[in-house]
């Protein structure tokens, strides 16, 4: 599985941002699909997911404030940024888990979000 993702960029707090990701390649119908962040020098960190009943999670650092959905169809994943913080300057990364639980088994290349006060 690839995952190709877009819509990083640089906005002033409170602003919004919108992530794109696609999965392409041999994607399960049972399947899970989300987004983890990095800052440099930082662990990364969880920030949502959904699977492919629509069943969201998401971290408490950013409801609710960001919201994940997801065309099945597209094998797509977004998440809207919404009120963003400079807290919320990272780069992030798609996910896609085979399972509905679980570690993610693949990862995208990463879009920066970056964002000034």
């Known amino acids: 599985v690839q995952l190709q993702a877009s819509g990083g960029g640089g906005v002033?707090?409170?602003r919004s941002l919108r992530l794109s990701c696609t999965a392409f390649g041999s994607t399960r119908s049972y399947d899970r699909m989300g987004w983890t962040r990095q800052v440099?020098?930082?662990?990364?960190?969880?920030?949502a997911d959904i699977?492919?009943?629509?069943?969201?999670?998401?971290a408490d650092s950013v409801k609710p404030r960001f919201t994940i959905s997801r065309d099945n169809a597209k094998a797509t994943v977004y998440l809207q940024l919404d009120s963003l913080q400079p807290e919320d300057t990272a780069v992030y990364y798609c996910v896609y888990s085979r399972t509905d639980q679980g570690p993610f088994d693949y990862w995208g290349q990463g879009t920066l979000v970056a964002v000034s006060s």
């Open 12 to 14: 002033q707090t409170g």
């Open 40 to 47: 440099p020098g930082k662990k990364r960190e969880f920030v």
């Open 51 to 58: 699977n492919s009943r629509g069943r969201c999670a998401y």
